[in-house]
């Protein structure tokens, strides 16, 4: 019940504070996610991780000169140090040996060095006006006021009016930036209001979920959301939202226990949703993945029992007898419990009756038998006549095919070998009827 | 052997390019007449790439001039198009086909403009053009690498050029593909177009040109293929490296030496 008040408490937005921290986070999530899906496919994600970090010194360095915690001001210094540390790793890549991996390193770590360096300094002023510039550090959500939200907002609007303009340019030189430059586009000035948006995503989002945590908030939704969907659209409005809810979850989980910091908090439901992501998504997700296998499994399974009755019905030529497990045991070494699965399954399919605890082919069980056998045995032509292996080399392979080959790859297998009689070992190749050879 | 030819579509004047000081290219000066299919062919490093990267403008010129249509590129944009290595994007970007061939349109009205109804009809008679159409719709992660350069080349198509410049569209696609690609390319040429081609494989070369340059950091001929398929020049092109060239290559490198006084 304690939740669930909670819950109404926070989602109806009746208290004003509430209202500008959920506000502020939403924004602040959804607009970052979207800048940094670019930054994301561009392959820099750790650029965003050196601007955070290049930031510190900036905020300090205004804090100092201009001797107020005014955001706007603070906004400036943060966007001059945070741009000047993108253009030195493009500068250090372009113009030395030294890799950009390297660069980025080099640079994140002498900015940040030189912030904290700053930071202590004026701490140690004694300047009393200094309290709470450390926020920039760790962060700090909760206290968001209306002020903030404005500028939040005025950010926001600015971030994704910017991108929407010039979407078709940005996936342009994200994708082939070669191509860009032939046909004209100036992609140096693009790359430039590419980085300074992020510069300004990042100097925004600072205040609320620190230097350290900053990197997150603009690469994970975009990680998370490309397990998806593969259309560029659709993927920066996915990553919009995950960025979104996570900031207004990141700031319940902060309400509900006034403990607990809200930066880290977006960043750990964040990361729950990327996790979450690359587990259940449809195509790429390991859930996904190990589904198939599954399905794999059984069909396999389901077309060796089918297979095994009709060669046993070819053997002793008469298809429709009962036959009890044991019999099957004796050809096939499966577990009871998996004969039994595989049985019950194709029960369902109506390929086999289940008489006195006995199994029976149906008409229809026959057709799906004489399917497999017939795929394998050309499978194992196919293999001898046009990948010239030896005959005895080809039965294990045509194990696995057998249960992949599609109905038209049957056909055009039929087609190429002209609907031969017999297979490499010279047992008989079944067909479903006489009229199938003719046509 | 360098056969200039009047009224030239592309002219390359004493182009020098180099890679950290060290020239890659020396002085190669050439002339492209209109409404040929062109084959730049050399060993590797011979900078055949780089060759149609500087007339692109995608790497800088040490020296040099480099004109198409007797003019500026930045005046004839939209008459060229190009065609980069297959290799040079990450396929795994989220986009389609389409999309893609799309992208051939994006020069033609500026990107500020949506993609027309007849933007669409031309990426899908481009992607006719290449039989393509059936792959509109997929994601370009899902494609062979046959299928990838051409959708390259579809949207090269899209882009409605009079001269085409290809950065080895036959590399790493097989025998069928390369085929119906040379079928595109004479078909292309039949209509007036002229189209340059980085090429790496000698024997289908001289079936394949017109019009042959034969390149190893320096321009060893330029000509028609017949005129230049000689043994004596291609033992010149592929008998590697000039050593003289080479050393000084490498000590304006170690010495951090321009490619002109300037």
């Known amino acids: 019940m304690w939740l669930f008040e909670q819950i109404v408490e926070f989602f109806s937005f009746q208290d004003v504070n509430i209202r500008y921290v959920a506000l502020g986070t939403l924004l602040l999530g959804a607009s970052s996610a979207v800048v940094g899906c670019f930054t994301f496919l561009r392959k820099k994600a750790l650029v965003g991780d050196t601007i955070a970090h290049s930031i510190l010194p900036g905020i300090c360095l205004s804090f100092i000169i201009f001797k107020t915690k005014d955001p706007l001001m603070l906004l400036l210094g943060a966007m001059l140090s945070g741009w000047l540390s993108v253009y030195v790793v493009d500068y250090i890549s372009a113009n030395s040996k030294i890799k950009p991996d390297t660069a980025i390193g080099l640079t994140l770590s002498v900015f940040f060095g030189v912030g904290i360096l700053l930071l202590t300094h004026i701490q140690h002023s004694g300047n009393s006006a200094q309290a709470g510039l450390d926020k920039f550090l760790f962060g700090k959500a909760a206290s968001l006021v209306q002020n903030d939200v404005i500028t939040f907002g005025i950010v926001s609007v600015i971030l994704i009016g910017t991108i929407i303009l010039f979407f078709k340019q940005f996936s342009l030189i994200s994708f082939d930036v070669h191509f860009a430059k032939t046909i004209g586009l100036s992609v140096r000035t693009f790359e430039v209001i590419l980085s300074t948006i992020t510069v300004l995503a990042v100097a925004i989002g600072i205040q609320t979920v620190g230097v350290v945590l900053m990197a997150a908030m603009l690469i994970t939704p975009a990680a998370a959301a490309r397990f998806w969907t593969d259309k560029l659209k659709v993927m920066v409005i996915i990553a919009a939202i995950i960025g979104g809810v996570s900031g207004i979850f990141g700031a319940f989980i902060s309400y509900t226990a006034p403990s607990m910091p809200t930066g880290p908090w977006i960043v750990a439901v964040l990361s729950f949703i990327a996790i979450g992501s690359m587990l259940v998504a449809p195509k790429n997700g390991a859930i996904s993945k190990s589904r198939k296998q599954k399905k794999n499994q059984r069909k396999i399974l389901e077309d060796n029992i089918i297979k095994l009755l009709y060669k046993l019905g070819e053997k002793e030529n008469e298809f429709f007898k009962n036959r009890s497990i044991r019999t099957l045991k004796n050809y096939r070494e499966y577990p009871e419990k998996k004969l039994l699965k595989g049985l019950n399954i194709l029960k369902k399919k109506n390929q086999v009756v289940l008489v006195n605890d006995l199994w029976v082919l149906t008409e229809e069980g026959k057709k799906a038998g004489m399917r497999v056998v017939r795929i394998h045995r050309l499978w194992e032509l196919y293999l001898t006549t046009y990948l010239r292996i030896a005959p005895d080399h080809v039965h294990e392979d045509a194990e696995t095919i057998e249960h992949i080959i599609t109905p038209e790859m049957e056909s055009k297998l039929e087609h190429l070998l002209d609907y031969p009689e017999k297979d490499p070992h010279s047992a008989n190749i079944p067909y479903k009827n006489e009229k199938d050879i003719n046509e | ?262």
């Open chain 2, 1 to 262: 052997m360098n056969i200039q030819v009047d009224n030239p579509v592309l002219e390359v004047h004493d182009l020098t390019v180099s890679y950290d000081k060290k020239p890659v290219l020396w002085d190669v000066d050439f002339t492209i007449p209109y409404g040929n299919l062109v084959g730049i062919i050399g060993p590797n490093g011979a900078g055949k790439s780089t060759l149609i990267k500087a007339i692109m403008g995608l790497v800088p010129k040490g020296s040099g001039y480099i004109k198409l249509y007797d003019d500026s590129l930045d005046s004839v944009r939209h008459k060229v198009s190009y065609v980069p290595q297959r290799e040079s994007v990450d396929w795994d970007f989220p986009a389609s086909v389409l999309d893609v061939v799309l992208m051939g349109r994006y020069g033609k009205k500026g990107l500020l403009k949506r993609v027309s109804k007849k933007d669409k009809e031309i990426a899908y008679e481009s992607l006719k053009r290449v039989n393509m159409l059936d792959f509109a719709s997929r994601q370009i992660s899902q494609l062979s690498g046959g299928q990838q350069q051409r959708t390259f080349l579809a949207r090269a198509l899209a882009q409605e050029a009079d001269l085409y410049l290809m950065d080895e569209p036959f590399a790493g696609v097989d025998a069928a593909t390369e085929r119906s690609i040379v079928d595109l390319l004479l078909e292309m040429r039949k209509e007036g177009k002229t189209i340059v081609v980085v090429h790496h494989d000698l024997q289908s070369a001289i079936d394949y040109f017109d019009w042959t340059l034969l390149l190893n950091t320096r321009l060893v001929a330029s000509g028609p293929t017949e005129k230049v398929f000689t043994t004596e020049l291609l033992q010149e092109t592929y008998g590697g490296k000039l050593t003289l060239l080479s050393k000084i290559g490498d000590l304006m490198k170690e010495k951090q030496f321009p490619a002109r006084e300037k």
